[in-house]
């Protein structure tokens, strides 16, 4: 399922670190690696050759530092601007996954600071996955996903499953929020989250795949808020969560205004957890 993964690097962040806990799962340790860094448009030719050199510099430390598989690893160096060359990329090698590092910036911030991963996020249709600058990256050994009816959702689920089969002693936890406090299934919330409908079915479809160390959590109130919390609580090592196509219909070189004041889930798990986030659409996206 993961046979590309796009690593971006710009010299910052934890993203080196996250890909490097990723290699000791068995499933992404037959992937294909692709190291990406852009040289931004210099002011002058020999700025630029400074630049270009420092980034040939990057890459080569990089891939010494995460002792990867030569046959296994391409470096690319590229020059443009960094949020459009990432996604240009990642078609280009048709990654199945996006790594990257991210200052967590909210909505409002991370547009206005021209932040390279809100873009690309914005506009991939790739899974994503989001390492802040001032969270601590470990061995990926406990994984949540946020479980809704939607099919960003399953996506995440599936690629949980995927991820988890080879990890020895790996738990997954499985979060659904009630957000409709005055639903009949809020009601219903102090039931064993094991016989919630959806978290069953997930749980099913787990066991059918092989994986019995499931744990089911339900609670109440606002999605972004306690799936964060839960995550801390339970010292969770990656968090799934599924995010919808915002992509604008119009042109894709403009961010999806419409909801930049509004609530997001996506943007506020990405901004707020305090462990690496994976962010997915749906495999047909």
């Keep these: ?29 037959r992937a294909k690696v692709t190291i990406l860094h852009v040289v931004p448009p ?35 160096l590229r020059q443009g601007d960094p949020k459009d060359v990432v996604g240009q990329v990642a078609d280009e090698i048709d990654a199945d996954l996006i790594i990257m590092g991210s200052r967590g910036l909210k909505r409002l911030q991370s547009i206005l600071a021209n932040s390279v991963s809100q873009y690309v996020f914005q506009l991939s249709s790739r899974p994503m996955l989001l390492v802040k600058d001032d969270i601590y990256v470990k061995r990926v050994n406990r994984i949540m996903v946020a479980i809704d009816k939607s099919d960003a959702s399953k996506y995440c689920l599936d690629l949980a499953l995927y991820l988890i089969r080879d990890i020895k002693g790996g738990e997954l936890i499985l979060t659904h929020v009630i957000t409709d406090l005055k639903s009949p299934s809020a009601e219903t919330a102090q039931i064993d989250a094991e016989k919630h409908p959806i978290l069953a079915a997930a749980a099913n479809e787990a066991k059918k795949r092989g994986i019995y160390n499931v744990r089911c959590v339900l609670s109440m109130g606002k999605a972004g808020e306690k799936i964060c919390s839960l995550a801390s609580e339970m010292n969770v090592d990656l968090l799934l969560v599924g995010s919808p196509d915002r992509r604008p219909s119009i042109a894709k070189s403009f961010v999806d ?20 986030v994976l962010l997915a659409r749906t495999a047909a996206a």
């Design 42 to 76: 210099q002011t002058t030719a020999q700025v630029m050759t400074t630049k270009w050199e420092e980034g040939g510099k990057l890459l080569a430390n990089t891939i010494q530092k995460l002792h990867l598989n030569p046959n296994q690893v391409n470096s690319l």
């Design 257 to 276: 205004l419409d909801k930049l004041l509004g609530s997001s889930l996506s943007d506020y798990v990405r901004t707020n957890a305090t462990c690496p």
């Design 1 to 29: 399922m993961m046979q590309n993964i796009l690593l971006a690097v710009s010299g910052t962040g934890q993203a080196e670190d996250m890909l490097k806990v990723m290699e000791e799962i068995p499933s992404i340790q």
